[in-house]
């Protein structure tokens, strides 16, 4: 995926930004990067930067901020978002989680939050009379099978 400099920019200025909230001593400072990142999680281009910004990888923030926005979006938006568009995100989350065995354990446990999510949001999906979200053990099991000995997997408990 080839950026355009604007894009580029905008990409560096999350992480910023990012960089800003979590580690900022300024309240002020924390406060104003807080409702920048809020503008951006509203954005209609929210969905392809937060893949931008798991791909570069650069920030653990900027990776934390992507998927949380992710699931935000996937939370309140599931009807708006396609079949395919779900499938492909939790495609894409387990394809990072298993090529990427050194994230900090909060990128991955919000990762795994976002898996969880479109599972439970997607439950009764079907696709040629296949429920699409329900083959979870052999998906988990094959991320699995790529951590074992790499790191302890905390997967969330949802009522």
Known sequence: MTLKMA??????????LCKQLYESQDSTIRADAE???VVFQDGPEALTKCQVLLDRGDSCYAQLLAATTLTKLVSRNAQGLSLQQRVDIRNYVLNYLATRP???NFV????????????????????????????????????????????????????
């Open 35 to 37: 409702k920048a990142l």
């Open 102 to 104: 050194k994230l900090p």
């Open 108 to 159: 991955v446990q919000a990762l795994v939050t976002l898996f969880a999510r479109i599972t439970k949001l997607g439950w009764f999906d079907t696709h040629k009379d296949e429920f699409v979200f329900r083959d979870v053990v052999n998906d988990i099991s094959k991320f699995l099978q790529g951590l074992v000995g790499t790191r302890k997997v905390l997967l969330p408990i949802s009522s």
């Open 7 to 16: 894009d580029e920019q905008e990409i560096r200025q999350l992480e910023l």
